[in-house]
């Protein structure tokens, strides 16, 4: 058998599962086909655009409903979703996080702006997650748990937090997860920003973390245009949640008190109108990408030198990036792959560049990130938008 990455049978597989178009197509476009215009006209033509709504509350009841998490808490971004998070659970000024260093900016970014520092965990090739296994390796070498509180004995600082993240909508080994933060004594983060409509054993993700960040970005499964949401099944953190994301105002009529630095991060009502109207179509944009995926899958079997990535049995996933994998020999022509699926009228995308190759994280602790290193030679995002299916 011949196992030589056969790019020409890549490019015509993936052109004859997708609809014909003169154009490039997409990566991930938005699709908007149900009450988006109505419920945003009437933000407008009430004029209940701003931070005050009722489609604010209303689209976090049906966040609440669909994912099964008992309070969801709607805010400006993903990104602040994250931030709130970390400091909902106590991250401080100087403390460490664990954090993939396979994930988008973001995961990153949210633990510097509480002055904490990311610690960069290697991936498991079976999720393209985090890897519970690599961390409790590191932990066991590295770390030690005193008076109930974890420290990195390497940096003497503490370690605050877990926050794995579930790539393009794969969820990782939440259990393995669960027995780590267990064993740790960290509180569990779920950066579900990629994963509206994936569950686990059944199971929703974002509703093991003790608090989890959703995004609405306009290249998610839904979109807001910007947005995004914390979700917790803990009425004291939700409480909290809300307080911090209004400015931290004390509720009164007319006075103007804040009893903590608060943010202005509430998601704006004519926002939540658009995200109203898309919660109405998830189930059907779930469908249809699990159809693509479906296709995908059947279709790219047996093109030499790459494969498919597939859910595992514990995971209903809502593919929201479909992912390609490059065999070990085929990594090094990635960029060429790239540069053919594009040409040819595919939009395609590699992984991000790993965390810990950026200069703005040079000086933040890591454990062995071979892992992570060849999933970022490997990966390849290709179309995956609704509207292909
Ligand atoms: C999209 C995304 C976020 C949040 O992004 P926003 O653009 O701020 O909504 C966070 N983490 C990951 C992994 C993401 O993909």
């Given at each position: 058998?011949?196992?030589?990455?056969?790019?020409?049978?890549?490019?015509?597989?993936?052109?004859?599962?997708?609809?014909e178009?003169?154009e490039?197509?997409?990566?991930?476009?938005?699709?908007?086909?149900?009450?988006?215009?109505?419920?945003?006209?009437?933000?407008?033509?009430?004029?209940?655009?701003?931070?005050?709504?009722?489609?604010v509350?209303r689209?976090?009841?049906?966040?609440?409903?669909?994912t099964?998490a008992?309070?969801?808490?709607?805010?400006?971004?993903?990104?602040?979703?994250?931030h709130?998070?970390?400091?909902?659970?106590?991250?401080e000024?100087?403390?460490e996080?664990?954090?993939?260093?396979?994930?988008f900016?973001?995961?990153?970014?949210?633990?510097?702006?509480?002055?904490?520092?990311?610690?960069?965990?290697?991936?498991?090739?079976?999720?393209?997650?985090?890897?519970?296994?690599?961390?409790?390796?590191?932990?066991v070498?590295?770390?030690?748990?005193?008076?109930?509180?974890c420290?990195?004995?390497?940096?003497?600082?503490?370690?605050?937090?877990?926050?794995?993240?579930?790539?393009?909508?794969q969820?990782?080994?939440?259990?393995?997860?669960?027995?780590l933060?267990?064993?740790?004594?960290?509180?569990?983060?779920?950066d579900?920003?990629?994963?509206?409509?994936?569950?686990?054993?059944?199971?929703?993700?974002?509703?093991?973390?003790?608090?989890?960040?959703?995004?609405?970005?306009?290249?998610?499964i839904?979109?807001?245009?910007?947005?995004?949401?914390?979700?917790?099944?803990?009425?004291?953190?939700?409480?909290r949640?809300?307080?911090?994301?209004?400015?931290?105002?004390?509720?009164?009529?007319?006075?103007?008190?804040?009893?903590?630095?608060?943010?202005?991060?509430?998601?704006?009502?004519?926002?939540?109108?658009?995200?109203?109207?898309?919660?109405?179509?998830?189930?059907?944009?779930?469908?249809?990408?699990?159809?693509?995926?479906?296709?995908?899958?059947?279709?790219?079997?047996?093109?030499?030198?790459?494969?498919?990535?597939?859910?595992?049995?514990?995971?209903?996933?809502?593919?929201?990036?479909?992912?390609?994998?490059l065999?070990?020999?085929?990594?090094?022509?990635?960029?060429?792959?790239?540069?053919?699926?594009?040409?040819?009228?595919?939009?395609?995308?590699?992984?991000?560049v790993?965390?810990?190759?950026?200069?703005?994280?040079a000086?933040a602790?890591r454990?062995?990130?071979s892992?992570?290193?060849?999933?970022?030679?490997?990966?390849?995002?290709?179309?995956?938008?609704?509207?292909?299916?």
């Amino acid at each position: 058998m011949n196992n030589t990455l056969d790019i020409d049978a890549l490019v015509a597989r993936i052109k004859a599962v997708l609809p014909e178009s003169s154009e490039p197509i997409a990566l991930h476009e938005p699709r908007f086909q149900g009450n988006e215009w109505a419920y945003v006209k009437n933000c407008i033509d009430t004029g209940w655009v701003s931070t005050v709504g009722t489609y604010v509350n209303r689209f976090e009841q049906s966040l609440s409903e669909y994912t099964g998490a008992k309070h969801a808490i709607a805010v400006v971004n993903g990104t602040a979703a994250l931030h709130i998070c970390l400091l909902l659970v106590g991250v401080e000024r100087g403390d460490e996080v664990v954090v993939p260093s396979l994930t988008f900016v973001a995961t990153a970014n949210a633990i510097s702006y509480c002055g904490a520092v990311p610690l960069f965990a290697d991936s498991d090739k079976a999720t393209l997650g985090m890897s519970a296994a690599k961390v409790d390796e590191f932990l066991v070498n590295h770390a030690e748990v005193r008076g109930g509180v974890c420290f990195n004995r390497q940096t003497g600082r503490r370690i605050a937090a877990l926050m794995p993240m579930h790539t393009f909508g794969q969820p990782v080994d939440i259990d393995a997860f669960l027995a780590l933060a267990d064993k740790w004594k960290l509180p569990l983060i779920e950066d579900a920003a990629e994963s509206l409509g994936t569950s686990y054993r059944g199971v929703h993700t974002g509703n093991f973390g003790i608090v989890s960040a959703l995004s609405f970005n306009g290249n998610k499964i839904i979109t807001t245009g910007g947005g995004g949401a914390i979700l917790t099944n803990n009425e004291a953190l939700a409480k909290r949640a809300k307080h911090l994301t209004t400015t931290a105002r004390v509720p009164h009529k007319w006075s103007f008190v804040h009893d903590e630095v608060g943010y202005n991060y509430r998601l704006p009502n004519i926002n939540a109108a658009l995200g109203c109207a898309q919660m109405e179509l998830l189930p059907e944009f779930l469908e249809r990408k699990r159809q693509l995926a479906a296709r995908y899958e059947k279709a790219l079997k047996d093109v030499a030198g790459l494969r498919f990535f597939v859910e595992r049995d514990e995971v209903h996933s809502n593919y929201w990036l479909n992912t390609i994998l490059l065999d070990q020999q085929s990594m090094d022509h990635r960029d060429h792959v790239l540069e053919k699926l594009n040409i040819s009228g595919l939009m395609a995308r590699p992984a991000w560049v790993l965390m810990h190759k950026l200069p703005i994280f040079a000086e933040a602790p890591r454990m062995d990130l071979s892992v992570a290193e060849a999933l970022e030679k490997s990966i390849i995002n290709i179309p995956s938008s609704v509207i292909l299916s």
